[in-house]
C-alpha cells in the first residue's frame, strides 16, 4: 500500500502518434468496431489507479477517444520519444503538479491487463525508487537470444521484484538462470519525468537503442515488477490479427 505519508496520485498517459511504418494509421486500427487506442484506453481505465488521458499528435486519434467518452490531449508531432510527449501532455493538463505519479502506457497494447498497471505502482511506495516498470520471464528459448526480445538484467530485491542494473539486446545475464523480458510501461516520480526528458541521449542509450538507458546512467533508479504474461505489442498486421483473436477469447472467457 502507498505511505500515508506520500500517497501516490497518479495520472495515467497513453500516447499515441499516427505515423507509423509497419502499420499505417496503427492507433486506428479496427478491433470488433472499436479503434485500437481505444481499447488501450479502456484497459487502462479498468485499472482504476487514476484519471487516462490519450496524447496524441493527431486529431482523428484524439475525436475517436472523446467518442469513446475519454479525455485527449493533442501534442506536438515532432517528438522523439513517448515520454517527450506525455511529459508535455502532463505539463498542459496539470500545471499545478496536483498528481506525483505519471504512469505511460504504450497505446499499441490492447491486450494488457489492468492488473499490470496496477502492479507497477508497488515499487514507488520506497522513496529510493525513481521509476517502475514490468518484466516477465522468458520462456521460449528463441526469445532468449532474439534482440526484439529487451531483456532487463537485475538484482531480486524481493520475490517478484527487482532492482533493474540494465537493459539490453543481448542475450543476458550468462549462466544458469531464468531471463526476464523487459515490458514497456513505465511509472514515473513526477520529478523524475521531469528530470528525465531533461537529460541528454545517453552513450548507451545511443548504442542499444533502448531510452531506458538514459535513466540507468544518470544514477536514477528503476525497479521492476515480474508479472506472468508479456501483452501483445502490435506493431504488424500479423500481430493486429494475434490481438483480435485474443480479445475475442477474452471476451468469451476462454
Not at 490531449?73 to 517528438?79: F, S
Not at 527487482?162 to 516520480?189: E, K, V
Not at 528530470?195 to 538514459?214: I, T
Not at 504488424?236 to 477469447?249: G, N, Y
Request: charged share 25%; net charge negative.
Amino acid at each position: 500500500m502507498p505511505s500515508l505519508r506520500n500517497p501516490l496520485r497518479p495520472l495515467v498517459l497513453v500516447p499515441a502518434r499516427l505515423a507509423a511504418t509497419r502499420l499505417p494509421n496503427k492507433p486506428l486500427a479496427d478491433i470488433h468496431g472499436d479503434p485500437m487506442i481505444v481499447h488501450v484506453w479502456r484497459r487502462a481505465k479498468e485499472a482504476g489507479v487514476g484519471p487516462v488521458v490519450v496524447a496524441t499528435d493527431s486529431p482523428d486519434v484524439a475525436e475517436a477517444i472523446v467518442n469513446a467518452g475519454g479525455q485527449a490531449v493533442l501534442t506536438r508531432p515532432d517528438h522523439a520519444s513517448g515520454s517527450d510527449r506525455i511529459h508535455e501532455a502532463v505539463e498542459a493538463l496539470d500545471p499545478d503538479c496536483d498528481f506525483n505519479v505519471i504512469v505511460n502506457v504504450q497505446g499499441d497494447l490492447p491486450t494488457l491487463d489492468p492488473a499490470a498497471i496496477r502492479a507497477s505502482l508497488a515499487p514507488l511506495d520506497d522513496p529510493e525508487v525513481d521509476i517502475t516498470t514490468l518484466v516477465a520471464e522468458i520462456v521460449r528459448e528463441e526469445e532468449k537470444t532474439e534482440p526484439s526480445v529487451v531483456k532487463m538484467v537485475g538484482a531480486e530485491v524481493s520475490p517478484g521484484r527487482f532492482r533493474c542494473l540494465y537493459f539490453t539486446r543481448a542475450t543476458a545475464p550468462a549462466g544458469p538462470g531464468p531471463l526476464y523480458h523487459h515490458i514497456g510501461l513505465y511509472a514515473y516520480r513526477r520529478s523524475a519525468l521531469e528530470r528525465f526528458v531533461r537529460l541528454p541521449p545517453s552513450p548507451l542509450e545511443l548504442r542499444e537503442k533502448l531510452e531506458q538507458l538514459r535513466a540507468i546512467e544518470a544514477g536514477m533508479r528503476i525497479d521492476a515488477v515480474k508479472v506472468d504474461v508479456v501483452p501483445l505489442g502490435v506493431d504488424t498486421a500479423s500481430d493486429l490479427e494475434r490481438a483480435r483473436v485474443m480479445l475475442i477469447h477474452a471476451a468469451e472467457g476462454l
